[in-house]
Every structure is written in structure tokens, then in C-alpha cells.
């Protein structure tokens, strides 16, 4: 059973669309870090949080701890934020990560 | 800043080869990590550094997969014999400390084909 599940696998949008990506994990966390990969393997870490929600421009962050459960929004999408969003829960100063949810924004 | 170094960026080997990667880290980063991301699937933890001590090498295939990191700045991991199943990108990443709030910062990547 993994132990970090994200929703969808894939997703396709058109631009400017409001994105929703679901992350569900089954282990007792510290944090949960959100991060994008580029084609190519660039990973960039977007969020970390422990609680509540947290925004940076059009992304936004949510984790709820009891539910072990955490959302990453993407409001007015754009096709540069096409890209794989990886979520991360961490324990005992370690990473799991997710398989990662494809995102394309179409113009 | 500079950031997270690898080298080469692609490779292709053929089975029961042998391969090594490269990492310079971000100056002044004490804490380096080795991952291996599988095709469609996120990357995965083989080896963390902190200085050059090993913290968690846990998931290390040690009877193939060896890593180093003598003075404390680059590391190298190195693969011998290769199996077709290592057909990998494998990422190096670094963080000024081992905390899970220290965010890491993650290279290019080298691409490894096993035929």
C-alpha cells in the first residue's frame, strides 16, 4: 500500500481555470512539502507546511493533519504551470514522496 | 547562487557495466542527498549525507550502489554492476541542514539507461 496518494494521476486544463491536486498520506507527519518538476527533472520545492493553508501568488497550500490530507490550488492557471506536482509528507527528517499528478494547462 | 550541480546529464550503459554520477552541492550546504526516480513515480531516498557522514542509507542497494562524499562538498555515487532495472533518473539535492524545514534544493538530474 503506498503510503502517499495523489489525485488525479493526470490532469488537463484549460487556461485559467481554478486547479485542485489531492494529496492523502497514511503515515504521522511533521510537515508536508509540495514542490513541481519540469520536464527535463527539475525539481523546485513550492510549499512547506505543518498546518493550515499557505499562499504564494496563485498557489495555495492546505493540509489538514486529522485527516491527513492535503490540497494544492492553482487559481487563474497558465500553461507555464504545466508541469508534475509531487507532494511530500515528512517524518523522522525523511521525504516520502507521491508519484506526482501531471498537470497541462492548454491555451 | 549557484545551484545544485550533476554530472553527466545523460548516460547509457549496457548491463553489468559500471557508472558513476557527480554532485556539487550549493556552497556552504551540509546536508546531501542521492534519489533515484523510477518512470512515473516519485523520487525515492538512497543515500542522505550530512557533511561527509552517512545519516541514512537505508534504502541503498549496498551488494551495486556505493556513495561518497570524502570531504564534505561533491559526492559521487556509483553503480557496478548496472541492472536493467536502474534504468533511473537519479537526483542529487542539497539543504544547509538535515531538518525537515530546511528546504532542499534539487539538481538537473542524470538521466541512466541500462540496455
Known amino acids: 500500500k503506498n503510503e502517499v496518494e495523489q489525485s488525479p494521476q493526470n490532469l488537463t486544463a484549460q487556461e485559467g481555470e481554478f486547479i485542485t491536486i489531492n494529496c492523502s498520506y497514511s503515515v504521522g507527519i511533521s510537515a508536508l512539502h509540495w514542490l513541481q518538476q519540469h520536464p527535463g527533472g527539475g525539481i523546485v520545492s513550492l510549499f512547506m507546511l505543518s498546518s493550515g493553508k499557505k499562499k504564494h501568488g496563485r498557489l495555495i497550500a492546505t493540509i489538514n493533519i486529522q485527516e491527513k490530507h492535503s490540497s494544492l490550488h492553482i487559481t487563474a492557471s497558465h500553461p507555464r504551470d504545466s508541469a508534475v506536482y509531487i507532494c511530500?509528507?515528512?517524518?523522522?527528517?525523511?521525504?516520502?514522496f507521491g508519484k506526482g499528478t501531471l498537470l497541462t494547462v492548454n491555451p | 547562487e549557484a545551484g545544485v550541480a550533476q554530472s553527466p546529464r545523460y548516460k547509457i550503459i549496457e548491463k553489468r557495466q559500471s557508472v558513476a554520477f557527480w554532485c556539487n552541492p550549493i556552497?556552504?550546504?551540509?546536508?546531501l542527498y542521492w534519489y533515484q526516480q523510477i518512470l512515473g513515480q516519485g523520487p525515492k531516498l538512497l543515500i542522505q549525507f550530512q557533511n561527509n557522514g552517512v545519516v541514512d542509507d537505508s534504502q541503498l542497494p549496498k551488494d551495486r550502489f556505493s556513495a561518497e562524499r570524502l570531504k564534505g562538498v561533491d559526492s559521487t555515487l556509483k553503480i557496478q554492476p548496472a541492472k536493467l532495472e536502474d534504468s533511473a533518473v537519479y537526483l542529487c539535492?542539497?539543504?544547509?541542514?538535515?531538518?525537515?524545514?530546511?528546504?532542499?534544493?534539487f539538481g538537473p538530474g542524470t538521466r541512466l539507461t541500462v540496455l
Open positions: 556552497s556552504g550546504h551540509a546536508t
Open positions: 511530500a509528507p515528512s517524518s523522522n527528517y525523511k521525504l516520502t
Open positions: 539535492a542539497s539543504s544547509l541542514g538535515p531538518s525537515i524545514a530546511d528546504t532542499q534544493y
